[in-house]
């Protein structure tokens, strides 16, 4: 079985993200990945530049499971900058089309005030359900 989105009837859609996720299969669960290359190694201090590598990242782990974006069931961004995020909406959600389609997890939000890495924005962490 795939995963499958679950909302509640009611509810009023979710955008850009799901309420629940179902799956069957091995779980992976994906550390938190920041903007930097496998070399670790940023190559920008641009937010979507680092947004984009860190979900390329997730991808990258995923698949080496033997999953692909479609496994993936929850992603947890850590970002230091509500502002810029809230300011790049329409690139982020660009971005994230990029990486990983029209596939859209449950996700959560969080702001923090900083990463280990201290040139990192951004961190991202996935679950995947891998058949």
């Known amino acids: ?18 309420n629940g996720m179902i799956g069957e299969g091995r779980m992976l669960f994906v550390g938190g990945q920041i903007g930097w290359n496998a070399n670790q190694e940023f190559e920008t201090d641009d937010f979507i530049g680092q947004m984009s590598q860190a979900l390329e990242n997730i991808l990258a782990v995923v698949k ?3 999953g692909e974006a479609s496994d993936i069931t929850r992603l947890t961004w850590y970002v230091t900058d509500k502002a810029e995020y809230l300011a790049h909406q329409r690139e982020v959600g660009a971005a994230y ?11 959560t939000m969080v702001v923090v005030a900083g990463l280990v890495e201290d040139s990192a924005k ?4 996935a679950t995947a359900m891998i058949a």
């Open 1 to 18: 079985m795939p995963t499958v989105n679950v909302h509640p009837d009611g509810w009023k859609p979710a955008k850009g993200y799901a």
């Open 64 to 66: 080496e499971a033997g």
């Open 97 to 107: 089309r990029a990486v990983m389609g029209y596939h859209f997890p449950a996700m």
């Open 122 to 125: 951004i961190e991202i962490e």
